[in-house]
């Protein structure tokens, strides 16, 4: 395990704060940008600045990761080369709803892109093993609850590609004609499927009050979001209702990232389970 460096918080200021924890920038350094997870998390941090590393220096266009640090009250996280004058493509679309489209087709672009990447599964996570991992770690599921998305995740075709796992718009930023991938703690290969389930929770699942928190728009634009995301990402010569029924499942089955995140279960999100547990 990195042994991670003790920093001085008093050399940082505030910027953000995400689902998992904080940003800060450098006061005297605007190179450099802190993600300081919230009090208790020790794991996710490394496992996100190793993961972040391994993409950057596969050419996946993620800001550089630096190094593991603590701080005296003993917060994990991470230091990365700041993109100054970064915006995310959900604070984008909340800005400026009436861009929805072109938002949506360029977020498309990126992830078209970051699947087209083949990765060696010797020096990657498998998708399909973090999500057995997390199954049977959460509570909130019954054992033939349990057996059915095993069954359902196993029956999924096996591919290599890259996949970003946690692939949302706020998990994309862009400045001028530069865009990059961040948050990238449960990157990974697999079938691009898996990814393609958390842009169309986030687009049709989630509740008003957390769309407007965290996505600065509501349910209506990121659902317009999802509309013009899905013929630019699988082709405009289908179908949505094909591509929705295919890949609401996946959806569903980020319920089980969601709830280790929130250690809380989500019925929200158990909707587009039924396919499955029925």
């Given at each position: 395990m990195n042994d991670p460096v003790l920093i001085d918080m008093n050399d940082y200021v505030a910027a953000g704060e995400g689902a998992n924890g904080e940003s800060y920038n450098h006061r005297?350094?605007?190179?450099?940008?802190?993600?300081?997870?919230?009090?208790?998390?020790?794991?996710q941090p490394l496992q996100e600045m190793q993961m972040a590393r391994?993409?950057?220096?596969?050419?996946i266009p993620t800001p550089e990761p630096g190094d593991y640090v603590v701080t005296p009250d003993g917060r994990y996280g991470i230091r990365f080369r700041r993109i100054e004058g970064k915006v995310s493509y959900a604070r984008a679309v909340g800005d400026d709803p009436s861009q929805?489209?072109?938002y949506a087709e360029e977020f498309a672009e990126m992830c078209r892109?970051?699947?087209s990447v083949i990765l060696d599964r010797s020096q990657f996570n498998d998708v399909k093993e973090n999500y057995f991992r997390l199954l049977e770690e959460n509570p909130f599921f019954t054992s033939p609850e349990k057996e059915r998305l095993e069954r359902f995740i196993s029956d999924v075709p096996d591919t290599d590609n890259a996949l970003h796992g946690d692939l949302q718009f706020g998990n994309a930023i862009f400045v001028g004609d530069k865009r990059y991938f961040i948050d990238l703690g449960d990157f990974c290969c697999g079938n691009p499927l898996f990814d393609l389930g958390m842009v169309y929770l986030t687009g049709n699942l989630n509740l008003e009050s957390f769309t407007r928190e965290a996505f600065h728009m509501d349910n209506a634009t990121a659902?317009?979001?999802w509309e013009a995301f899905a013929p630019a990402y699988f082709g405009s010569d289908r179908p949505l209702s094909s591509i929705e029924e295919e890949v609401r499942p996946f959806a569903g089955l980020k319920t089980i990232i969601i709830e280790r995140d929130t250690r809380r279960p989500m019925p929200e999100f158990r909707a587009a389970l039924e396919s499955i547990l029925r």
């Amino acid at each position: 395990m990195n042994d991670p460096v003790l920093i001085d918080m008093n050399d940082y200021v505030a910027a953000g704060e995400g689902a998992n924890g904080e940003s800060y920038n450098h006061r005297s350094n605007p190179s450099v940008m802190l993600k300081l997870y919230f009090p208790g998390k020790v794991t996710q941090p490394l496992q996100e600045m190793q993961m972040a590393r391994k993409a950057y220096e596969i050419g996946i266009p993620t800001p550089e990761p630096g190094d593991y640090v603590v701080t005296p009250d003993g917060r994990y996280g991470i230091r990365f080369r700041r993109i100054e004058g970064k915006v995310s493509y959900a604070r984008a679309v909340g800005d400026d709803p009436s861009q929805v489209v072109r938002y949506a087709e360029e977020f498309a672009e990126m992830c078209r892109s970051l699947h087209s990447v083949i990765l060696d599964r010797s020096q990657f996570n498998d998708v399909k093993e973090n999500y057995f991992r997390l199954l049977e770690e959460n509570p909130f599921f019954t054992s033939p609850e349990k057996e059915r998305l095993e069954r359902f995740i196993s029956d999924v075709p096996d591919t290599d590609n890259a996949l970003h796992g946690d692939l949302q718009f706020g998990n994309a930023i862009f400045v001028g004609d530069k865009r990059y991938f961040i948050d990238l703690g449960d990157f990974c290969c697999g079938n691009p499927l898996f990814d393609l389930g958390m842009v169309y929770l986030t687009g049709n699942l989630n509740l008003e009050s957390f769309t407007r928190e965290a996505f600065h728009m509501d349910n209506a634009t990121a659902r317009r979001f999802w509309e013009a995301f899905a013929p630019a990402y699988f082709g405009s010569d289908r179908p949505l209702s094909s591509i929705e029924e295919e890949v609401r499942p996946f959806a569903g089955l980020k319920t089980i990232i969601i709830e280790r995140d929130t250690r809380r279960p989500m019925p929200e999100f158990r909707a587009a389970l039924e396919s499955i547990l029925r």
